[in-house]
């Protein structure tokens, strides 16, 4: 079965902490892409960052991190120094490669205090 | 500017009621999808297109019905035979060639009255 599981149901961190968002997945496929989208408030979906399967390179964009493990089946994602404005909701999906519909885990809802 | 456009915001349903929401997308894509999501809970996909004049079912199609009559254009409408519509629906667009990212419009939020 492909399916994403997002543990962590919501985080709250103090700004400038460093927080790590969990991703597992499980899938089929020996060939896939995973993503990372951001829900703000207003309720419109950002997109983040794709990766697939045959890259494990880690990548870092700003304060943005991003470890991805086919060992442990794991996409994880770090934000560095936390902002406020990173305060939203983010989702880890899984492309399924019968017709290219996202599935999507439950979200990790992120509260960065001042 | 290049995106995709949702309306209404917010659209209000009475009981036996057709309702439709709007999706377009400048964006030249020859994908669309529609979404459900619940409060607490991830994207559940409705229905998807692939191409103009073909759509096919998503996970929980029951209760909608969509058209494909051009390609910057994928309305979904939400029947009365769907009981339980309160929502926010959110549209994709895609390229059909890989890795097919998906790009979100701003929702719509639908409440029964």
């Known amino acids: 079965a492909q399916k994403v599981t997002q543990a962590q149901t919501e985080i709250s961190v103090v700004e400038k902490e460093d927080v790590t968002l969990d991703c597992v997945y499980e899938?089929?496929?020996?060939?896939?892409?995973l993503f990372w989208y951001k829900q703000p408030p207003s309720g419109e979906l950002v997109f983040l960052i794709r990766?697939?399967?045959?890259?494990?390179q880690n990548e870092i964009s700003g304060r943005y991190s991003w470890n991805f493990q086919k060992s442990t089946s794991s996409f994880n994602f770090t934000i560095t120094a936390s902002q406020v404005v990173d305060s939203a909701v983010y989702f880890c999906?899984?492309?399924?490669?019968?017709?290219?519909?996202?599935?999507f885990g439950q979200g990790t809802e992120l509260s960065v205090k001042p | 500017d290049g995106g995709i456009t949702q309306s209404p915001k917010y659209l209000f349903r009475k009981e036996g009621q057709n309702v439709t929401l709007s999706c377009e997308q400048n964006?030249?894509?020859?994908?669309m999808y529609w979404y459900r999501q619940d409060p607490g809970q991830g994207l559940r996909l409705i229905y998807y297109?692939?191409?103009?004049?073909?759509?096919q079912k998503g996970d929980i199609a029951e209760g909608y019905s969509v058209s494909r009559e051009k390609k910057e254009s994928f309305p979904l409408t939400v029947t009365s035979a769907q009981k339980n519509p309160t929502a926010f629906y959110l549209c994709?667009?895609?390229?059909?060639?890989?890795?097919?990212?998906?790009?979100f419009g701003p929702g719509t939020r639908l409440l029964v009255l």
């Open positions: 994709a667009s895609s390229r059909t060639g890989l890795p097919k990212t998906q790009y």
């Open positions: 899938t089929r496929d020996t060939t896939y892409y």
């Open positions: 990766r697939n399967s045959f890259d494990e």
């Open positions: 999906a899984l492309k399924d490669n019968q017709g290219g519909k996202l599935i």
């Open positions: 964006l030249n894509h020859d994908a």
């Open positions: 297109s692939q191409i103009v004049n073909d759509f």
